[in-house]
């Protein structure tokens, strides 16, 4: 792992509105080469939206301001079409629900050899070959079986390989995973977040895994990002956010969430005076 002094993304005072409706407020964070950011919160917190303002997907009735600025270059204003370009080749993105994501009429392997040949210009033969390496990497083997099959013939977790296959296939320098084992069972959320890691290692990839689950994602980064109604509320070192949370928005995600093994006795879930005192702390109701 190297870890460069300049971050390969920077994001600064991120801002996301419907109209006159904020539904992302601020929002700013560094991801380096080789490091893993966990973006975490509850369901509405701005974790979508602000990853769709990095890869420029972003609804056109949602508009952004601030600053993505990625690899020296900065983002936000790019062109649309020199966004998409680069949406899929140098940002890989891993979505949550592989089902919506893949098509259920076209063979995996269809699926993977375009965007080779549109991307990195390969002819039919190298993407195929490149296509198969893939598979292997993501640990699926060199298995022409998957390339022709489709979505339904596969389980949760393969499907879930095939996208992350596809995400770095064009060999992209940041990796953004948005709930991508939220869909799975437990042990194959540890294998597939563990193949993101590994993956991270061996491309020295940025990668920012965002979750509702804190608990879930805490061992595999090296930062913390914690949202909250559109606001970051906490940031830093995995240890030190998960050990020391300063916020109580933070030490009750900690505490409802049993694989940090702190506190059984505490409460499940968030409770209502813990959400009010939050929404305060992050600037009042709107
Ligand atoms: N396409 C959209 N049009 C209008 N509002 C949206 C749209 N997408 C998200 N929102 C709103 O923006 C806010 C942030 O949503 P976002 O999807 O980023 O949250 P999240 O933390 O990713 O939650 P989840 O994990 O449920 O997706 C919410 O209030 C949500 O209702």
Not at 183 to 207: F, K, M, S, Y
Request: glycine fraction near 10%; proline fraction near 6%; charge should be neutral.
């Amino acid at each position: 792992m190297h870890t460069t002094t300049e971050p390969l993304l920077r994001v600064s005072g991120l801002s996301a509105r419907i109209g006159d409706f904020p539904l992302v407020r601020d929002v700013g964070f560094e991801v380096h080469r080789g490091r893993t950011l966990a973006v975490v919160g509850e369901s509405g917190s701005g974790k979508s939206i602000t990853a769709a303002a990095v890869m420029g997907i972003l609804p056109p009735q949602i508009t952004a301001e601030g600053s993505v600025f990625f690899d020296g270059t900065e983002l936000l204003g790019e062109p649309a079409k020199r966004r998409r370009a680069r949406g899929g080749a140098e940002i890989g993105y891993v979505f949550q629900e592989p089902m919506s994501a893949l098509h259920p009429l076209l063979r995996i392997g269809t699926q993977m050899i375009r965007p080779l040949r549109h991307h990195l210009g390969l002819g039919r033969r190298e993407a195929r070959d490149r296509a198969l390496e893939l598979l292997e990497q993501v640990g699926l083997g060199r298995e022409r079986k998957v390339l022709d099959a489709y979505v339904h013939e596969l389980s949760g977790g393969m499907r879930q390989r095939v996208m992350i296959a596809m995400a770095i296939s064009c060999r992209p320098r940041l990796l953004l995973a948005d709930e991508p084992t939220t869909a799975l069972d437990p042990t194959v959320q540890q294998q597939i977040l563990g193949l993101l890691v590994r993956l991270r290692e061996e491309l020295d990839l940025a990668l920012v895994l965002i979750s509702h689950d804190l608990g879930l994602v805490a061992r595999h980064s090296d930062e913390v990002l914690v949202m909250y109604d559109g606001r970051v509320v906490e940031q830093g070192p995995t240890a030190q956010v998960v050990d020391r949370p300063e916020h109580p928005y933070t030490r009750a995600l900690i505490d409802a969430a049993p694989r940090l093994g702190r506190r059984p006795d505490r409460l499940p879930t968030i409770d209502g005076a813990v959400l009010e005192q939050t929404r305060a702390m992050a600037g009042g109701a709107r």
